[in-house]
């Protein structure tokens, strides 16, 4: 159940209740794609940076424990011991992405598993019985993620494809959801839109699943190798199609610039790999932008990462430290910066929000994007 609380331009400040909690919003979600965000990071860390959603993978969870073994131990949630909303996606994109050989067909798609080789069939209802398996509070429709480019006629296509399968998934989760065995029979379901770069396809697909009345929505197949022009006038152009009173969750994207200008456009949720794998090879996000802590410059550098940060790394460890750790190989070292970004992204959602509140979100993002610019300059 989604609450607008208020609006600042086009920027959305909300509530969404589920089984698991309530989400403040705009969110940006934790990635964990195997039920443990990378980086050596607990569910203790998750709760200490202020994580409101964490997020895990249907196609790497059926594929390894595998759905129906996280099912006889209870549940995502209590598998990896979180209490929280967990939004699971729907495996769509990993199939497309990770599968070299592959036959889209309208049941599904057949396609070989990326660990041992096996062959796999997923499609709507396969989806949605894993999802309901692991027994995440927000399950995502299953989807074809057309290439990019891809010509106007295959996008057409795919789109129709896509909401076909999303009635299928729509129908499967009822049946799912009032069975006596499944764990959490209140998952919610969100939809996708796709329709690449061709802005009038966005439009029409949005108009049709909105008809659909599911939790929520997603813009899928962006941050896929158009510009970040292309994708800011896709947001634009497709949000005000979607419907007001439910969450639009911008899926795979982005730079904390990325998640700024989409709040702008009215998008409420968010989810990225970049903090946790820029966090691996030594990058930390700050207000002053992104700090390589590998750099020789950091090597006496007795401050924290970003002085006045509140994670707990910054309340006890210095760069000159971190740097020794990436420079030994230890894992600590991974393991700070991913907290570190996390913690940031996660403040930074905070502050938007607030932002929005008093009506100055503009301000505040000028701001910030100014901070950004300055680059590496400590």
Request: net charge negative.
């Amino acid at each position: 159940m989604y609450k607008l609380i208020c609006k600042d331009g086009s920027a959305k400040r909300g509530e969404f209740k589920t089984v698991h909690g309530t989400i403040q919003t705009p969110v940006f979600m934790n990635v964990g794609t195997v039920a443990a965000i990378k980086g050596a990071v607990s569910t203790e860390d998750l709760e200490a940076i202020g994580t409101q959603v964490e997020l895990s993978n249907t196609y790497h969870l059926h594929v390894r424990p595998g759905d129906e073994v996280i099912k006889k131990l209870g549940g995502l949630h209590k598998f990896m011991v979180w209490d929280k909303p967990i939004l699971t996606d729907s495996g769509g994109f990993q199939v497309f992405s990770l599968a070299g050989l592959r036959k889209i067909k309208e049941e599904g798609v057949y396609f070989n598993s990326h660990v041992d080789g096996r062959k796999i069939f997923m499609g709507p209802e396969e989806s949605m019985r894993i999802q309901s398996n692991l027994a995440s509070t927000i399950a995502m429709a299953f989807d074809e993620c057309p290439p990019h480019p891809a010509t106007r006629e295959y996008m057409e296509n795919s789109v129709a494809r896509t909401t076909r399968w999303l009635n299928r998934c729509k129908a499967e989760m009822t049946r799912l959801n009032s069975l006596e065995d499944t764990i959490n029979k209140q998952q919610m379901l969100f939809g996708i839109n796709q329709g690449g770069t061709f802005a009038d396809i966005r439009i029409e697909h949005a108009k049709q699943i909105s008809e659909l009345d599911l939790d929520g929505y997603a813009l899928g197949g962006l941050a896929v190798g158009e510009t970040h022009e292309q994708m800011y006038e896709i947001i634009e152009k497709t949000v005000p199609y979607l419907p007001e009173n439910k969450p639009v969750y911008l899926m795979g994207v982005g730079t904390p610039a990325n998640i700024l200008e989409a709040v702008e456009r009215g998008v409420d949720f968010f989810d990225c790999v970049y903090p946790a794998r820029n966090g691996r090879h030594g990058n930390a996000y700050t207000n002053h932008g992104k700090m390589n802590l590998l750099n020789a410059k950091y090597e006496l550098d007795d401050r924290p990462i970003e002085e006045g940060c509140g994670c707990p790394v910054c309340r006890r460890y210095s760069r000159a430290y971190i740097r020794h750790l990436l420079k030994a190989k230890e894992m600590l070292g991974l393991r700070f910066l991913v907290t570190h970004n996390l913690y940031f992204y996660n403040k930074m959602m905070e502050e938007i929000r607030e932002a929005i509140e008093n009506g100055c979100f503009a301000q505040y993002k000028a701001g910030k994007l100014a901070g950004f610019e300055q680059g590496e300059n400590e």
